[in-house]
């Protein structure tokens, strides 16, 4: 069964690079039209011009996910703009890794309010023009780390495990409006966060990934893809880890 998401239209944020691109230009192969929220313009309007280029309608806006009334302003000049919403995906994210002795109290707040509360910002700014939609979806990019932690993570870990438990709640809340909710929990996957690594740390990296290999951020959007059709129209408060087996 193919996959058309022709008619719908999807509000990614973080969509300006990697996985939040990938999964932009995935579900415009696939039919849909497409809003950017970044606070990168630049890339933000590259990602759109590659947008149209398959023929899709989009737009950019620049946006900071922590600003309850810069979200709002921004879900509705993209509805209007695009004439509707049907799909959003939280991709929007940071890091500030360091052990926990040594993180200072702006390092674990902005992790979380970025990662977990931009998500909570975007979904009660768009829910109620979700639930209008036939096929509404709301899908989180949370990741391993939420799911198992990791050491030198702490305010990520918690950032994304309560992406998980936003999503398991939200997807209970909204399930009578025929609204799913789900999380994708990508591992190590090849970006430029991960190409900035060194050789030895990428080799001591592939050691702890029973695939051997790095995801790639088109694996990702591919998850992201089935979350937003209709084949996964029974699926909700799901979390799908792609991580090659390294969570399970």
């Known amino acids: 069964m193919s996959i058309d998401l022709s008619g719908r239209i999807a509000l990614i944020t973080g969509g300006a690079r ?40 989009a737009a950019f806006r620049r946006c900071d996910v922590t600003k309850p009334d810069e979200v709002k302003t921004v879900v509705d000049e993209l509805k209007k703009e695009l004439g509707g919403l049907d799909i959003l995906v939280n991709n929007a994210g940071i890091t500030r890794d360091t052990l926990l002795l040594r993180m200072k109290d702006d390092e674990w707040s902005r992790v979380l309010d970025v990662n977990l509360t931009g998500s909570f910002n975007f979904t009660r700014a768009a829910a109620k023009t979700i639930m209008k939609s036939p096929h509404g979806r709301i899908i989180n990019i949370a990741s391993v780390v939420g799911v198992m932690g990791n050491a030198g993570q702490a305010n990520y870990a918690a950032s994304k495990g309560g992406l998980i438990a936003f999503t398991k709640s939200v997807a209970k809340e909204f399930a009578a409006r025929g609204v799913t909710v789900n999380a994708v929990a990508p591992g190590f996957i090849e970006t430029e966060m991960t190409a900035g690594l060194e050789d030895k740390a990428k080799e001591a990296l592939l050691q702890v990934l029973p695939a051997r290999r790095y995801g790639k951020p088109e694996e990702v959007a591919d998850g992201v893809l089935f979350l937003a059709s209709d084949l996964s129209s029974y699926v909700t408060g799901h979390v799908l880890v792609i991580s090659g087996g390294m969570a399970m």
Not at 32 to 53: H, M, N
């Open 18 to 57: 990697g996985i939040g691109k990938c999964i932009a230009l995935s579900l415009a192969r696939h039919g849909a039209d497409v809003g950017i929220v970044d606070v990168e313009e630049s890339a933000g309007q590259a990602t759109v011009d590659d947008l149209k280029r398959l023929g899709r309608n």
